[in-house]
């Protein structure tokens, strides 16, 4: 009988980032999920009434704010990532 991990490689096999990368990739995605709750209980993707509406606006307006939301972390955000950055750093004695 196989066992399933022999199915999949060790999680060591997978390329890894630098901590310190990975460490901004987590931070930024953290701003990234409040901007969009932000963004998306602000109305900012709310179409005009004489669009319709429906399922497949509800669908794609959540992707507009999450491009939205990606594209004011890339452009410095409110500073909420690397406020988290730092602290993630310093919790894990480099900073």
Do not use: C, H, N, R
């Given at each position: 009988m196989t066992s399933i991990s022999s199915h999949f490689p060790p999680h060591e096999a997978v390329p890894?980032?630098?901590s310190e990368a990975r460490l901004r990739q987590v931070s930024d995605e953290f701003e990234t999920a409040f901007l969009s709750e932000m963004l998306k209980h602000?109305?900012?993707?709310?179409?005009?009434?004489?669009?319709?509406?429906?399922p497949g606006e509800e669908a794609f307006s959540s992707l507009?704010?999450?491009?939205?939301?990606?594209?004011?972390?890339?452009?410095?955000?409110?500073?909420?990532?690397?406020?988290v950055f730092q602290t993630l750093v310093a919790r894990d004695g480099r900073g």
């Open positions: 890894s980032q630098s602000s109305g900012v993707a709310k179409m005009p009434e004489g669009f319709g509406g429906g507009l704010v999450k491009e939205y939301s990606e594209l004011l972390v890339k452009s410095g955000g409110l500073g909420i990532s690397e406020t």
